[in-house]
């Protein structure tokens, strides 16, 4: 263990949470989620989806985008399991995933509004 200047070290807590510590493959996967969700076209995306389920020329329309521009972010937020479609005759709708993504999302705005009061 290395040498750190701390006046006071509780070696029973760093030795517990050591041994609960999760596996660095695991924290790279959490933070690439929030990497996701840390460009703003994504999160204004990812609003619209709690909000509504939308197609990519709705949510083009609303955006201000081409559907091109959404389509891309679309997937980048598909392959990170954010997102989910669905087929309505020739129209693809994108939800959330689940649950958990609103959960999330809806808990991380909460936290950036309670802190601007």
Same mark, same amino acid.
């Given at each position: 263990m290395e040498d750190f200047e701390c006046e006071v070290l509780d070696e029973e807590i760093v030795e517990n949470? %050591?041994?609960?510590?999760i596996d660095d493959d695991t924290i790279f996967?959490? &933070?690439d $989620? $929030?990497?996701i969700l840390g460009d703003s076209t %994504?999160?204004?995306m990812?609003?619209?989806l709690d909000k509504s389920?939308?197609?990519?020329c709705d949510l083009a329309a609303l955006l201000g985008m081409t559907? &091109?521009?959404i389509s891309h972010q679309l997937r980048?937020? %598909?392959?990170a399991k954010l997102v989910k479609f669905r087929k309505e005759g020739k129209m693809v709708i994108y939800s959330l995933v689940d649950e958990h993504v609103k959960d999330i999302f809806e808990k991380a705005l909460e936290h950036v509004l309670e802190k601007e009061n």
């Open positions: 949470v %050591r041994k609960q510590m996967d959490v &933070s $989620f $929030f990497k %994504r999160a204004k990812m609003w619209a389920d939308m197609c990519v559907k &091109s521009a980048t937020l %598909r392959d």
